[in-house]
């Protein structure tokens, strides 16, 4: 009968043996379960931080935005402001402008001391109403009649003996359209100086 080559331990020291291997194994399982929690903890923080951080940014954002919105919007109710206070200061000078057109227009001094005299008839051809009507870019003035203050005059082709008839258009009825004209043009220009000032970095 052979011999085991390694012989037969006491069985005090076989169970010392069991033991410490138990004890071994078990404190790499703690050792492994401590890591484990500790590594889940750190990750769990770190992402708690992250999260925190672009809340904090996000919410730094939506502030920066509010405040360039709220900018924006003061900027465009001052245009909006001084836009209509120029048009209401213009629209007082055009009244202005409107009740001294009879006084301006249907009589004058021929000299400095001498009495008001009726203004000689002025005559305005209608291809001079035309060319001032195609001037001002109306649509259609060189192809058709041109509009005058009495509604619609007679239309007449360039260099022919119809041009040089009266259109029926007196001084008063160019000033009136100067002030329509200027209404326009000044309206116009409030408008575009109100877009100005809206954009960011132009001052009202």
């Known amino acids: 009968m052979l011999k085991p080559l390694i ?6 020291l076989t169970l010392g043996l069991l033991a410490c291997l138990v004890c071994g194994a078990a404190g790499t399982g703690i050792g492994y379960g401590f890591g484990y929690r500790h590594a889940a903890a750190q990750g769990t923080a770190s992402l708690e931080t992250l999260k925190r951080t672009h809340a904090e940014q996000a919410g730094a954002a939506a502030e920066q935005a509010l405040l360039r919105y709220g900018q924006q919007v003061e900027r465009a109710n001052q245009a909006e402001a001084l836009m209509l206070a120029e048009r209401d200061r ?12 009879p006084h301006v227009s249907t009589t004058y001094r021929p000299a400095a001391a001498a009495a008001p005299v009726a203004i000689p008839h002025c005559v305005f051809t209608v291809g001079w109403l035309r060319d001032y009507n195609t001037a001002l870019g109306v ?6 009649p041109v509009a005058s203050h009495a509604g619609q005059a007679p239309w007449a082709a360039a260099g022919t003996d119809a041009e040089l008839l009266e259109s029926g258009v007196s ?3 160019i000033l009136a359209h100067a002030q329509d004209y200027g209404r326009w043009a000044t309206n116009a220009a409030s408008q575009v100086t109100g877009l100005l000032n809206t954009k960011e970095g132009c001052t009202p």
Request: charged share 20%.
């Open 90 to 101: 213009h629209a007082e000078q055009i009244q202005q402008l409107e009740e001294r057109i």
């Open 7 to 12: 012989p037969d331990l006491p069985s005090g």
């Open 139 to 144: 649509p259609g003035a060189a192809t058709g």
């Open 171 to 173: 001084p008063a009825d």
